[in-house]
């Protein structure tokens, strides 16, 4: 008999503490949606970014990759972007692939322009620059080093 209380107990225990990290997650993961306004990139090469990434300017955050997909007539990899809505970008932002470093995730880095009008919600940010791997990189600093650039 003694011994059965002792593993009901036990199991109260762990469905407790279970109950207990699932009531953490849950207000630590946000379910609503995203607010702000949705936007969209073209590139060549996307690298690592992946849905879910984080978009920046000036390495802070101010948005989430919400989707990319593949253009059946270009072949560019078109990227979906929520930019929150506080944060308005001119049209002439660029947006470039950035690594977190060598092991490290990508993410969508923006680098807004002067321009005074904005982009609206839907838009396309025009200019931007493809990823660059960490190997081509390294690749182009020899090939310059080595005077084979001249």
């Known amino acids: 008999m003694g011994r059965n209380l002792i593993e009901s107990i036990m199991g109260a225990v762990v469905l407790v503490i279970a109950g207990l990290f699932m009531l953490v997650a849950y207000n630590t993961v946000s379910f609503a949606p995203d607010r702000g306004y949705e936007l969209t990139a073209n590139f060549l090469k996307v690298g690592g970014l992946q849905r879910g990434n984080d978009v920046r300017i000036a390495g802070i955050k101010i948005g989430t990759v919400v989707d990319q997909s593949l ?29 977190e470093g060598l092991l490290g995730g990508a993410y969508l880095q923006l680098k807004p322009g002067s321009a005074t009008e904005m982009l609206a919600a839907g838009g396309m940010i025009e200019q931007t620059k493809d990823f660059k791997a960490f190997e081509e990189q390294v690749g182009e600093v020899i090939f310059l080093a080595t005077g084979a650039g001249n």
Not at 71 to 93: G, H, K, Q, S, W
Request: no cysteine.
């Open 71 to 99: 253009d059946p007539v270009t072949y560019d990899a078109i990227i979906r972007i929520n930019v929150n809505e506080e944060v308005r970008l001119p049209v002439d932002t660029v947006a470039s692939i950035a690594s």
